[in-house]
């Protein structure tokens, strides 16, 4: 019972003490490291170092291997604690992201942390390299670019020299690693010089993967105190930073960490490093960036470019859609411009043919009206001149032969009258318009007749019920232009009074004719005015000659139609309707000549 009691204790304690540890838990510390190599190289180096952080800080630690690119962008978005990089490369980023330096690495066997690496130029045992002029005929290999404890340092020493190594090797190409095969390629011949971090020529004999008297380092340097050969000055080495985030309380523990480890512990030999020291001088690092032309003694054009990018492209969108629109606004602009000055143009085209068409429309009305009226003034003069000569002609037969002066006058007479009788049939024969037939569509005739009228709808605030089918007639225009035009304005006249005056035309064709109605709301006509209205020189209208209708009924039986008439009450008197119908009725294509 005891032991029972004892087992479920310990059983609630465990539940109690894991659940504790698990919402405790903290996220772990993410340590970058800069890799040329392989990740898991990479890996193998530090891992131990960051497993005794999380053991003596008693929290995870985690590894990320990060190459150039990737680290700047971790580091940018802020996705690390710390930074395990060359100096070169912490520098760098403490303007711009906050990372301070706060241990340095002290590298195995060297006690000055301060003259760790340097660039060491191997190449063949039997060839000699005195100066940085006997570099312009040899091609020389390196592993990266960015490498700070190879190209790098070189470089800045050639920069301190006045010389670009990218302009004074014959050839200069970077393969990558690892560094090793560097010195395989210029022991096979397929490079003259290879630019290496220090101390790998001599760890390369000392593993016996070269033989020692194949390549020799040129150019070096004394370096007292430093056991590997160098072809330029040296400087700190690895350097351990945080970022500017992180908990200083948190970094302070770190360093209590990373300063106890012993240069016989695991991670010590692992990482092949002698321990951790203080932060050194690194004014020698800033000297070397000066000298390369990078940040903070250049501007970065680079990390400027790269964040202004997108705030570039985005501008550059943005004007180039303002300029599409302005190219389209222009475009319509223009368009519009030469549709409106073209619609100006047949505008006024239009203005003057109408214009025009107005002149030799009221020019044919006069010589139609002369000649209508010289026919009734014919017809007037004519009988009272035949009356005038069958009387004198009588007073002829009865005078006697002594009249014979009398009758001289009386014949003298009756040739005058002969004389007047054919000036008067000369004279109405000139005055006739003769038609000119021809085959036309009368829908247009009606439309051509409505733009005509327009000015007159216009006073009038009128506008016509036009309702129309295709025919087509033979006949002359201009004479049907003109009875419709009589028509219209007659219709015009009778609805001046009416509060809305209305006009309906509606053209038909029933058989072989077309039927024309104009159908007004106008005054309409008395039945005597309705019988008479075809008769000459009857009119209702203060100033009219009464001529129009009858110019208008002969020119329809000219074309062998007929035209008629009727007030619309006389149709619809319940209704109330008021106003004048004229129907005319002209035969379709081809029935006239029949």
């Known amino acids: 019972m005891m032991l029972t009691r004892l087992f479920l204790i310990f059983l609630f304690t465990s539940i109690v003490i894991s659940f504790g540890s698990y919402a405790s838990s903290p996220d772990p510390v993410r340590v970058g490291v800069l890799a040329y190599a392989h990740p898991d190289n990479v890996a193998e180096r530090w891992q131990p170092t960051i497993n005794r952080l999380a053991q003596d800080l008693s929290r995870p630690f985690t590894l990320v291997a990060l190459t150039p690119d990737q680290l700047d962008n971790y580091v940018a978005q802020g996705r690390l604690d710390f930074l395990i990089t060359n100096a070169l490369t912490g520098v760098s980023y403490k303007k711009d992201y906050g990372t301070s330096s706060i241990l340095t690495l002290v590298p195995l066997g060297n ?9 060491a130029l191997i190449t063949r045992s039997g060839k000699a390299v005195i100066d940085f002029d006997d570099l312009e005929d040899l091609t020389a290999v390196s592993t990266d670019k960015q490498a700070f404890g190879g190209f790098l340092i070189f470089a800045g020493e050639m920069a301190h020299n006045g010389l670009n190594p990218f302009n004074h090797f014959k050839q200069l190409k970077f393969v990558g690693f690892p560094q090793k095969k560097l010195l395989q390629l210029v022991v096979n011949g397929e490079a003259d010089i290879a630019i290496l971090p220090t101390c790998v020529f001599e760890n390369a004999i000392r593993a016996a993967n070269i033989d020692p008297s194949s390549l020799h380092v040129v150019l070096t340097k004394n370096n007292p105190g430093f056991h590997c050969q160098s072809s330029s000055q040296l400087y700190p080495y690895y ?26 512990d695991q991670a010590a030999t692992q990482g092949r490093y002698n321990s951790w020291s203080a932060t050194v001088n690194d004014s020698e690092v800033f000297k070397l960036l000066k000298q390369l032309q990078q940040w903070p003694f250049v501007t970065n054009w680079t990390s400027i470019f790269k964040t202004a990018l997108p705030w570039v492209i985005v501008a550059a969108i943005m004007l180039l859609l303002g300029y599409i629109h302005h190219l389209r606004v222009k475009r319509l602009v223009v368009l519009r411009t030469r549709d409106l000055k073209a619609e100006t143009q047949l505008h006024t085209q239009t203005q003057q043919a109408l214009l025009e068409q107005t002149k030799q429309f009221y020019k044919a009305q006069r010589v139609l009206l002369t000649g209508e009226m010289a026919s009734g003034i014919a017809h007037e003069l004519n009988q009272p001149l035949a009356g005038i000569r069958y009387l004198t002609q009588g007073c002829i037969y009865r005078l006697s032969e002594e009249q014979s002066d009398l009758k001289d006058a009386m014949s003298k007479a009756i040739l005058q009258v002969d004389r007047a009788q054919s000036t008067i049939k000369r004279f109405r024969h000139f005055c006739q318009q003769p038609s000119v037939m021809s085959h036309c569509s009368l829908n247009q005739i009606l439309e051509d007749t409505l733009c005509l009228m327009g000015a007159e709808f216009a006073r ?14 033979t006949a002359d225009p201009s004479l049907l232009q003109q009875v419709f035009v009589n028509i219209i304005r007659n219709a015009l006249d009778a609805t001046d009074a009416v509060n809305s005056p209305k006009l309906t035309i509606s053209l038909t064709k029933q058989d072989q004719y077309a039927q024309i109605c104009f159908i007004d709301n106008g005054t309409g006509l008395s039945d005597s005015a309705l019988e008479r209205l075809f008769f ?11 001529l129009g209708m009858i110019i208008c009924k002969r020119i329809i039986e000219e074309h062998n139609g007929e035209i008629k008439a009727h007030n619309n009450r006389d149709e619809n008197p319940s209704n109330g309707t008021s106003g004048l119908t004229i129907s005319i009725r002209l035969p379709a294509k081809g029935s006239i000549n029949e």
């Open 111 to 119: 006690n000055d942390p301060t003259r760790s690496v340097g660039s």
């Open 239 to 264: 350097s351990f930073s945080k970022l500017g985030k992180t908990d200083y309380h948190l970094a302070t523990k770190v360093i209590q960490s990373l300063l106890s480890i012993q240069s016989t």
């Open 460 to 473: 009038m605030q009128m506008t016509p019920i036009f309702n129309s089918e295709e025919v087509y007639i």
């Open 536 to 546: 000459p020189f009857e009119t209702s209208k203060e100033n009219g000659l009464g």
